[in-house]
């Protein structure tokens, strides 16, 4: 198994620019074998789905892939995929969904671990409603959001947990298989976000246990776009608003109005660009042989190993930087990395570093209620994310730039 960071980061043209980009949390840089799928279809012959003809088949067959990609990414199942705006618009149209069901005796729980988008849209439908919302809090020294701190908030009117597989703030990653256990054991539902987790483990959404999982593949090489990957025997059981002519199947009753297929062709070559980033030497080719599944396992094992050394570098350096504070604390975590600066307002040593082309962005990245339990307020901190194409020289600057914004 062999991780070559060097022919990763000659597929991506943007790195020409120079820059050292640390902002992959907030979306990655794109290889160009997505950009000239996404070329291809959209200027190839394309019409809307159908049967006949070239466009016709061009437009099923960029769904069909993508279904296939994407079931392959999470271990689900093609029917299962829904393609949305957004995994904020996925999340705002499920919750809008579910809550149909929902009454003034039901309860659903939200974490101060997640990212907005899957907090306020179950806020907001709840109260809507007139249901109860529990709130579960992590503990904001050691970054954990613990399964007994979710089983707690539980009644027998649960109707929906809504946790983060990954926070995109701290990158603390719960143990979302024993809370699944939990919410199950309580009859409710789990809506797992998953749109940071995806760019650093291969999810499983048969093992852990999420009844909903959403990622996004922008986060991953990908256009931008959000997925929701559930059950079709679930997605079967719930009923959205829809145009009468538009068809009742699933996932399609989920997708309103026309599909975007070239970026769904996009998505497909990402996939495909993250199950060969496990090569052998020279040729370029895939180290294991045999499904997409496999070659995903063994690229996100290598991807693992390369950024377990990268993080542990930068913080090492952290460590040694005066007046730094590391919020990343979790015992099972993403290597995205928040940091503070004593004296120094994070914004400013963004500014700092971004004077030597090195991009790592301050705020509370819609992580807005952790940022806020962590006690950093709105600001929030500075956030170095890695991505399949950070190399050596790219942590050498960062700590340099770090050590030069903070002298
Ligand atoms: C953890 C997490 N959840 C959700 C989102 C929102 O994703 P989208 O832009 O697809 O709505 C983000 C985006 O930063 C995120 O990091």
Redesign the pocket.
């Known amino acids: 198994m062999a991780y070559d960071v060097a022919r990763i980061r000659s597929e991506f043209p943007s790195l020409d620019s120079g820059w050292a980009q640390f902002d992959g949390?907030?979306g990655t840089q794109t290889p160009r074998a997505v950009g000239e799928a996404v070329a291809s279809v959209l200027t190839g012959p394309l019409s809307n789905r159908g049967t006949t003809g070239e466009s016709e088949e061009r437009a099923e067959a960029a769904v069909h892939g993508f279904r296939l990609a994407m079931a392959d990414l999470v271990n689900g199942h093609p029917r299962g995929i829904v393609q949305g705006r957004?995994?904020?618009?996925l999340t705002y149209d499920f919750s809008r969904h579910l809550s149909k069901e929902w009454g003034e005796h039901d309860e659903i729980v939200v974490t101060r671990l997640d990212?907005d988008?899957?907090v306020r849209p179950w806020v907001q439908a709840a109260e809507r409603v007139g249901a109860t919302v529990r709130w579960v809090d992590f503990d904001p020294e050691t970054g954990e959001l613990s399964t007994e701190a979710v089983a707690a908030a539980l009644t027998d009117r649960t109707r929906l947990v809504a946790v983060?597989a990954?926070?995109?703030l701290i990158g603390t990653m719960p143990d979302i298989p024993a809370i699944a256990a939990a919410v199950h054991a309580a009859g409710a539902l789990l809506y797992v976000?998953g749109?940071?987790y995806t760019a650093h483990e291969l999810p499983d959404v048969e093992a852990v246990g999420a009844d909903f999982f959403t990622c996004?593949p922008y986060?991953f090489l990908g256009p931008h776009f959000?997925v929701l990957a559930a059950q079709p025997e679930l997605l079967e059981r719930i009923a959205p608003d829809k145009l009468l002519p538009a068809t009742n199947a699933v996932p399609e009753r989920f997708e309103f109005g026309t599909l975007p297929y070239e970026l769904l062709a996009g998505a497909t070559a990402a996939v495909d660009v993250l199950a060969g980033l496990s090569t052998s030497g020279e040729s370029g080719e895939s180290d294991v042989p045999g499904s997409r599944r496999a070659r995903l396992t063994a690229s996100y094992a290598a991807l693992h190993e390369h950024e377990e050394v990268l993080r542990a570098r930068i913080e090492a350096g952290l460590a040694d930087l005066p007046g730094a504070t590391l919020w990343s604390r979790a015992s099972r975590r993403t290597p995205t990395l928040l940091a503070t600066f004593a004296g120094h307002e994070a914004s400013d040593v963004t500014q700092r570093l971004a004077a030597g082309k090195v991009l790592a962005p301050s705020g509370n990245?819609?992580a807005l209620e952790a940022s806020r339990h962590l006690g950093l307020g709105d600001a929030g901190g500075l956030r170095v994310g890695l991505a399949p194409y950070t190399n050596d020289d790219d942590v050498d600057r960062l700590l340099d730039g770090l050590a030069a914004a903070v002298a």
Do not use: I, L, M, R
């Open positions: 949390p907030g957004s995994a904020t618009q990212h988008s899957n983060t990954a926070s995109n976000d749109v940071h996004s986060k959000g990245f819609y």
